[in-house]
């Protein structure tokens, strides 16, 4: 059974960087074919995909994100991260860790909430 686990502080300060990190059990990180991605979503708004990190440490990114998003990956620790840098209020949403096969999303993270607010 595949299991995604989201971890991270719940409140993050405007303009400072959020950073998550999502521990995979039951599967590999590097597992031909999956992707592992990051989607959230704020309040009163639908699920907004953020950008992915496939098995072979490729990353994608969504362009209206871009340009503040940086996704990771520690192999060892069947780890990747997500970090969204100047944050203000709207980027408080629930985060989610979820595995891509390519033809859907199969697994889900239970969701993290993070709050911008000083």
């Known amino acids: 059974q595949v299991q995604l686990q989201e971890s991270g502080p719940g409140l993050v300060k405007p303009s400072q960087t959020l950073s998550l990190t999502c521990t995979v059990f039951?599967?590999?990180?590097?597992?031909?074919?999956?992707?592992w991605e990051w989607i959230r979503q704020s309040p009163g708004k639908g699920l907004e995909w953020m950008g992915a990190?496939?098995?072979?440490?490729?990353?994608y990114y969504s362009p209206s994100l871009k340009s503040r998003t940086s996704i990771s990956r520690d192999t060892a620790k069947n780890q990747f991260t997500l970090q969204l840098s100047s944050v203000t209020p709207e980027d408080t949403a629930v985060y989610y860790c979820?595995?891509?096969?390519?033809?859907?999303?199969?697994?889900w993270g239970q969701g993290t909430q993070v709050t911008v607010s000083s």
């Open positions: 979820v595995r891509g096969n390519g033809a859907g999303l199969d697994y």
């Open positions: 039951g599967d590999s990180i590097t597992t031909n074919l999956y992707y």
């Open positions: 990190i496939d098995y072979k440490g490729t990353t």
